[in-house]
Nanobody, 121 residues
Framework: QVQLVESGGGLVQPGGSLRLSCAAS????????MGWYRQAPGKQREFVAS???????NSAEFALGRFTISRDNAKNTVYLQMNSLKPEDTAVYYCNADKVIVAGTWRFDLWGQGTQVTVSS
């Protein structure tokens, strides 16, 4: 069994910063790509950023220059540092792991429960 648990969301003023964390638990041997997605009210879930086990990153255009994704493979944890936050960044942020080897078996497309980020004055 693998679980992804996000933390770090909350209420922040425009221009502020938040750091999200997502920890994967279980008998994990390897996680390939980990990423962040978000879903605002009334909108579809959208890609924010991703990172491979080797540290290669990919980010949505809106995230460039403001959001930084990183990971600690030893802790099976991925982070999202968000700076210069805007009201339009308000959404539920979800963690994703695309492929995970757990106790010798594969698991695909795993999601966390989400953490709310609200940017408002």
């Amino acid at each position: 069994q693998v679980q992804l648990v996000e933390s770090g969301g909350g209420l922040v003023q425009p221009g502020g910063s938040l750091r999200l964390s997502c920890a994967a638990s279980g008998s994990i041997q390897r996680i390939y790509v980990m990423g962040w997605y978000r879903q605002a009210p009334g909108k579809q879930r959208e890609f924010v950023a991703s990172i491979t086990g080797g540290g290669a990153t990919n980010s949505a255009e809106f995230a460039l220059g403001r959001f930084t994704i990183s990971r600690d493979n030893a802790k099976n944890t991925v982070y999202l540092q968000m700076n210069s936050l805007k009201p339009e960044d308000t959404a539920v942020y979800y963690c994703n792991a695309d492929k995970v080897i757990v106790a010798g078996t594969w698991r695909f497309d795993l999601w966390g429960q989400g953490t709310q980020v609200t940017v408002s004055s």
